[in-house]
């Protein structure tokens, strides 16, 4: 197995791809959202969002990590109550709804993805790592000496 460098550019085709089927099923459950922002807020929904590496190493292929305190507990893209990456989000994001109605749907949702993702590290023989988002993100903030994305 070799380690998540620098990941082969067909991963991250495939994981488009994956995303896309997702965003296709969830417009047939029409969860809705109101676009407040809280889900962003960690400490305030109290939820730690898990992503695995490969999404993690997606983002950061694509976008600039700004500096941000992990302390904080909110997620650093997120501006004027907005997702800034709204297109390379990670799987937790796609599929977490403020909605309680949605929650029973979601975690089917989530697992099916969550397992096709797992099959991409597979198929391109990447180590799997799933930990919590920010504590991942923290590794190429712009102020540190990793973050030369």
């Given at each position: 197995?070799e380690t998540n460098v620098s990941l082969d550019v067909n991963v991250y085709a495939e994981l488009k791809i994956?995303?896309?089927?997702?965003?296709?099923?969830?417009?047939?459950?029409?969860?809705?959202?109101?676009?407040?922002?809280?889900?962003?807020?960690?400490?305030?929904?109290?939820?730690?969002?898990?992503?695995?590496?490969?999404?993690?190493?997606?983002?950061?292929?694509?976008?600039?990590?700004?500096?941000?305190?992990?302390?904080?507990?909110?997620?650093?893209?997120?501006?004027?109550?907005?997702?800034?990456?709204?297109?390379?989000?990670?799987?937790?994001?796609?599929?977490?709804?403020?909605?309680?109605?949605?929650?029973?749907?979601?975690?089917?949702?989530?697992?099916?993805?969550?397992?096709?993702?797992?099959?991409?590290?597979?198929?391109?023989?990447?180590?799997?790592?799933?930990?919590?988002?920010?504590?991942?993100?923290?590794?190429?903030?712009?102020?540190?000496?990793?973050?030369?994305?």
């Amino acid at each position: 197995m070799e380690t998540n460098v620098s990941l082969d550019v067909n991963v991250y085709a495939e994981l488009k791809i994956l995303y896309q089927r997702l965003e296709e099923e969830l417009i047939q459950v029409n969860p809705g959202c109101s676009g407040c922002g809280i889900c962003c807020d960690f400490s305030k929904f109290d939820h730690i969002l898990y992503a695995s590496s490969i999404e993690v190493d997606f983002i950061t292929q694509y976008v600039k990590v700004p500096n941000f305190n992990i302390l904080d507990n909110i997620c650093p893209f997120l501006k004027d109550n907005q997702c800034s990456i709204r297109n390379f989000r990670m799987l937790g994001c796609r599929v977490f709804y403020c909605d309680p109605h949605y929650q029973a749907v979601s975690q089917d949702v989530y697992e099916k993805y969550h397992r096709g993702i797992k099959e991409l590290s597979t198929a391109y023989n990447i180590i799997w790592e799933y930990h919590p988002f920010l504590s991942q993100l923290a590794k190429f903030k712009s102020d540190s000496p990793a973050g030369t994305h």
